[in-house]
């Protein structure tokens, strides 16, 4: 820094002059993790070096902008015993004399060009008629349903930068996270936006949700459907125990109360809907058994079923 502001941006960046744009851009992402501001709350000195990595990047990111900049850098070199303040403009096509700082330069710098790095920092929308910049940026998270019914966290890397993201209990499709703080920057200024995740929900095998609810399909057998029965099955919280009642029909519903999804102080229902699962292969004796129900049924089951088709 000289006494009219001037600005090596090449030594902020810790770079030489002939460095390639591949070495500016590895530069200053090193640089942009170091002295970010999450890392150094609070810390003036931190965020001042930050926005000045920010504005270097910017500068000699864009083509040109760069040209613009060493053509200055030259000047000022030239001229900064102030016994010179002439300068050679046979190659160059700005008459610095007129600049009283090197801040006045750089505000006609950036007023004459559009604003870059927006490789390094995605999803920046601008509207230049009103002179703003939309810096959140949008992610999608795809999570599976035993994570939105139980909570997790995820791990994400997103601009570069590794986030732990908290997916809440009983999370719904399509829900957004704001995490804040976490989205684009601007470059030059180091002001920055939020990230906002939404998340979708892959569908299960299984488990179907409807609203609170949820609902899955039980297969069951012959005699547990007759007989009633008691046996282990698997919730999305784990094993519980269930009961059939004797006589119960395919397509029963058996409802668990509070075993769905949560919502502030309540909680929705679970659903079992009955299915008669019928052996592929049946053994001797089970269709000697067979036969015996056969031979003391009483019940007619289309009895009432004629009666309706020949109406």
Not at 100 to 113: A, P, S
Not at 122 to 142: G, P, R, Y
């Amino acid at each position: 820094m000289a006494i009219d502001g001037f600005k090596d941006y090449f030594k902020i960046l810790g770079i030489s002059r002939n460095a390639t744009d591949k070495e500016i851009k590895s530069a200053f992402r090193k640089l942009a993790r170091q002295f970010h501001p999450d890392l150094h709350p609070h810390d003036g000195k931190a965020e001042s070096e930050f926005k000045e990595i920010n504005e270097a990047y910017e500068i000699l990111s864009d083509k040109d902008k760069k040209k613009s900049y060493e053509q200055y850098l030259s000047y000022w070199f030239k001229n900064r015993d102030g016994k010179s303040r002439e300068f050679d403009r046979e190659n160059n096509d700005k008459n610095f004399n007129e600049y009283l700082n090197f801040d006045d330069f750089l505000g006609d710098l950036i007023g004459r060009f559009s604003e870059v790095g927006q490789e390094i920092y995605s999803n920046i929308s601008s509207d230049k008629s009103a002179q703003s910049l939309n810096l959140d940026a949008e992610f999608n998270l795809q999570i599976s349903f035993l994570e939105a019914l139980n909570g997790a966290k995820k791990n994400l890397l997103v601009n570069d930068e590794p986030i732990e993201v908290k997916i809440p209990t009983g999370i719904k499709n399509g829900s957004k996270i704001c995490i804040k703080n976490k989205g684009n920057i601007q470059s030059g200024k180091g002001i920055r936006g939020d990230l906002i995740i939404e998340v979708s929900i892959k569908s299960h095998p299984i488990w179907k949700v409807k609203g609170l609810d949820i609902y899955a399909d039980l297969p069951v057998s012959l005699d547990e459907l007759a007989l009633g029965a008691k046996f282990s099955v698997t919730s999305p919280q784990g094993d519980i125990s269930l009961s059939i009642p004797s006589g119960s029909l395919p397509e029963k519903k058996l409802r668990l109360k509070g075993q769905g999804l949560p919502d502030l102080d309540t909680k929705g229902d679970l659903f079992f809907t009955l299915k008669l699962k019928l052996p592929e292969n049946w053994s001797d004796d089970e269709l000697r058994l067979l036969e015996k129900l056969r031979s003391v049924r009483i019940d007619e089951p289309r009895s009432s079923w004629f009666d309706r088709a020949r109406t």
